[in-house]
């Protein structure tokens, strides 16, 4: 498998510096290129090794000073570089069709072109798109619905109800669907012990198009209404989406984030790994939250913010790197104290 | 699907201010609700929405000033409006029988009423209950006992010789009984590195009664001895319990919590969101830990705590409120030691 | 099942002080043995209880005084427990071959003594070396290879291109070969809100001998190259792993860890419960992390550190207790600042 760089350019709208007619082999970042291969450099800090490199190509925003390369140069050179790597590996084919071991239920709508894998469970009433992609294991609860060209990896677990738009992609261990934490401690008979009353979960979860699912993420349906997950918005493995949480579009959420019941995210939000959220919390759009914070409060537009409870991000990160003098503050404010006593 | 605001009265024990006639179609939030349905008011904060709901029908303490809708007054809002819910969502109807395409070993008891999905694997020995519910891709190991009412989700996992109790629920994607975390480092040939060797976990797991296991929960069995999870204890999505743990009764774990092993926790507990708990660790009776504490020591009966390591509720608050002023703080005790020198 | 204390004294390689004739039957704790069990003392405070047990037999380095019992002497007791332990407790018999459930693509090489479980998948391309154990519901996508010995739990999702080592052992619900979180924002149309492009992540996972994975683990495959686990390194339960990480041999990573992409980390190291790594930092061999930290830089071999960002321990240490102080010294500092104005 070999491109020609022009049609590589023509693909990225790029500007070719030097040959043209080059044969791409390969892609690889700027330490193992070889000859042959094309690289990018996102930033000036990987100039010494845009030098060094043994790729051919280096896609780039301008020529870098001192190089003897072939340049592509794109106004975006890390978007560029993950188009070309798409285009060496496009999506793997798939087998069409329902694989003789899978189970489909009763009233069920198949698209065109839908793969579904051995031992993959349909239930009845659920419709699948076109193209729709089910790997081995996955279960599919009664009366979803899953949009075209969605892909679902091993061993997800959809329950009933949920609504799945087009595009999405949910990764092994995933589970959609599943009750809401929602107990009421009430007292029961006159000796026994308070116990925790089940709230029944009737909601449900809407995820909208171009979303991609992490990993063991875990979201929960909603008591009354709906969990929402915004169109393109991306989560990584093992975060975990409380029951009526509202997500805005094009959202990052980051591996071991935790989002309590009933929050609300705005659009192009990123959390950061292993945030905490708390329940009936509002974060706005554009926000960044910093690893590790637990957000305690709403959080307006815009603001970029790290800390438990978070603080605008400088002030954070002054916190945290005042904490190591901590010990020595509090002697030194003794000492102070019995400077003035003895006076 | 409506029912008579009258038998609703007595389902809940409680007494109709208004029209005992009336039909109540559906339940929603007082945001939410429509005319014919019954939403509830917990607290006074909830008074302006009251105005303003919809809802036909509120379930409250008492009658509120200002609002011309009929009451449906219970001691517990929020518990009777549970109850409704329930009312009107009464479990879904499973297919009853051992699908065709799940895997039963030998010598397993069954009892009246089980549901079995398919792609389920039963191993020999086990022993299910009357009205189990197993859905599709569920493991059940060797020997393991499942008592009468209990129902576990797709694609849960439960090694051999774990013992569930009855009405337990487990929601997809959790591993009940994999191996605790037990190794010893040993020094191996002489010029060898140093090795860890597994330390055989041949302990079981107990779940009780009632309790309810969120999704992809992981319970390890015991080194030697038991995991035990007490009667109604309710446990979210994505927490760790370790080897050798004892949960007491009627204790809510949140989302994410991981617990080391030999921890021993009381009864009517409550651990928050991402809470951690070193090993070997005793909590006590009705205890209260605040989200993402980290619990490093012995916690008596009836407190409640938060921070790493925990402190008093009230002062574990002061103590995050004054983290934002640590910076300023050491600037203060600088300029102090400044005019002290300078006299 | 009862040994000769003269036979598990050669396992052990140790010293008898007292009858080599005596019937062992069972292991248990200090607390828990009864008459004709073994059990142990590793440490000094538990010499105590060494007077008080019922066992027969204590694995010890050397006698303890006042303790009328029967010493099998030996360096690293607890090492000898485990090694005990497993002699009692020797590995389950496997229902060896294919069972009938199973799906086996094609191309695959199955070495000897394999068993595959009842709803495994196997897909084309994929080598199974001797003795391998795919428990049910197991699935390994093409081109996967697995090596002697190793033991897969239900549910496990193993994707393409794989490599795992010999003698693994994976438990329930983990993940290996999941794409990475790497998406690139860009602008899209000119009046549309910039979107979140996935970067294909083509790299694998190599999983390398003697490694145990917990349950409810996840490993991401690397983007370009490998996201590779060190021989013998053992990883808890609900850890995440990201792309391209490193992990040297006989690291042990404790339970709800989550490890950012690109992050380097040495051999003999041990991360404590819930730390978090961000993302391309390095850390050294024989490195602690403790509970909770979150390793925000590199860290040198050999240090033991703890915090965020993580102290040297005791420094680490000394920041945690000081923290319930902050209150009454931000009170201290005004005080002082007033009695200096006032002057």
Redesign the interface.
């Known amino acids: 498998m070999a491109y020609l760089l022009s049609d590589i350019a023509s693909l990225v709208d790029g500007k070719i510096v030097g040959d043209p007619t080059l044969l791409i082999h390969g892609?690889?970042?700027i330490e193992?290129a070889k000859k042959g291969e094309l690289t990018f450099v996102g930033s000036p800090s990987y100039h010494k090794k845009a030098i060094e490199t043994q790729a051919s190509v280096i896609l780039s925003v301008k020529k870098i000073a001192g190089v003897q390369k072939t340049f592509l140069l794109v106004p975006?050179p890390?978007?560029a570089?993950?188009?070309v790597?798409?285009y060496?590996?496009p999506p793997?084919q798939r087998v069409h069709g329902v694989?003789s071991?899978a189970?489909v239920g009763q009233h069920v709508l198949l698209g065109e072109g839908v793969s579904i894998?051995?031992?993959a469970?349909v239930e009845d009433g659920v419709q699948i798109g076109n193209r729709v992609w089910l790997?081995?294991?996955v279960?599919v609860?009664r009366g979803s619905v899953i949009g075209d060209d969605t892909q679902i990896?091993?061993?997800v677990?959809i329950?009933?109800g949920v609504k799945i738009g087009k595009r999405v992609?949910i990764?092994?261990?995933?589970?959609i669907g599943?009750?809401g934490?929602?107990?009421?401690r009430?007292e029961s008979a006159e000796d026994a012990?308070?116990?925790?009353?089940?709230?029944?979960q009737?909601g449900g979860v809407i995820i909208e198009d171009?979303v991609?699912l992490?990993?063991?993420v875990?979201v929960?349906r909603a008591t009354?209404?709906n969990t929402v997950i915004g169109e393109?918005t991306?989560v990584?493995?093992?975060v975990?989406i409380?029951h009526n949480v509202t997500i805005g579009?094009?959202t990052?959420l980051?591996?071991?984030v935790?989002i309590?019941g009933s929050v609300t995210i705005g659009?192009?939000v990123t959390l950061a790994?292993?945030v905490?959220v708390?329940d009936h919390v509002q974060i706005g759009n554009n926000v960044i939250v910093g690893?590790?914070s637990?957000v305690t409060k709403n959080i307006e537009n815009n603001q970029k913010v790290i800390?438990?409870?978070p603080?605008p991000y400088n002030?954070g990160l002054?916190?945290?790197?005042?904490?190591?003098?901590?010990?020595e503050?509090?002697k030194?404010?003794k000492q102070?104290?019995g400077?003035?006593k003895v006076k």
């Open positions: 892609i690889a970042s193992c975006n890390y978007y570089f993950a188009r790597l798409s060496f590996h793997q694989n071991r189970v894998g051995p031992c469970i790997s081995s294991g279960f609860g990896y091993p061993n677990s329950y009933d992609i990764h092994s261990g995933s589970v599943s009750d934490f929602g107990f009421i009430h012990p308070p116990k925790h009353f089940k709230i029944p009737v171009d991609e992490g990993a063991n875990t929960d009354l209404g393109g991306k990584d493995n093992q975990q409380g579009p094009h990052l980051v591996a071991q935790g309590s659009h192009h790994g292993q905490g708390v690893a590790r637990v800390g438990f409870p603080l002030k002054a916190v945290l790197s005042s904490l190591e003098h901590l010990p503050m509090r030194k404010i102070l104290e400077s003035k």
